[in-house]
Nanobody, 115 residues
Framework: QVQLVESGGGLVQPGGSLRLSCAAS????????IAWTRQAPGKLRELVAS???????NYADSVKARFTISRDNAKNTMYLQMNSLKPDDTAVYYC?????????WGQGTQVTVSS
């Protein structure tokens, strides 16, 4: 059984930065895909960034050049560095792991960008 635990959310002013972490426990193997998605109130869930085990990275247009996804396979941890945050980035952020035909989700962490 795989479990994902997120941390790092909070309140930040516009223009600020946050780093989200997602620690995975259980059996992690390749190939796999890690991803961050977010959901704002009244909006559909949006894929923010993804990172495959063979090194392919993808970003939503809305976060390109501001967010960076990374992974530490030795620690089974994924990260999302978020810079130049905007009020539109306010959402619950979820990490996700896809492997062996199954999808695992973290519990979500709230990010609020407000002055």
């Amino acid at each position: 059984q795989v479990q994902l635990v997120e941390s790092g959310g909070g309140l930040v002013q516009p223009g600020g930065s946050l780093r989200l972490s997602c620690a995975a426990s259980g059996s992690i193997f390749s190939p796999n895909l890690i991803a961050w998605t977010r959901q704002a109130p009244g909006k559909l869930r949006e894929l923010v960034a993804s990172f495959s085990s063979d090194g392919y990275i993808n970003y939503a247009d809305s976060v390109k050049a501001r967010f960076t996804i990374s992974r530490d396979n030795a620690k089974n941890t994924m990260y999302l560095q978020m810079n130049s945050l905007k009020p539109d980035d306010t959402a619950v952020y979820y990490c996700r792991l896809i492997q062996g035909g199954r999808t695992y989700w973290g519990q979500g962490t709230q990010v609020t960008v407000s002055s």
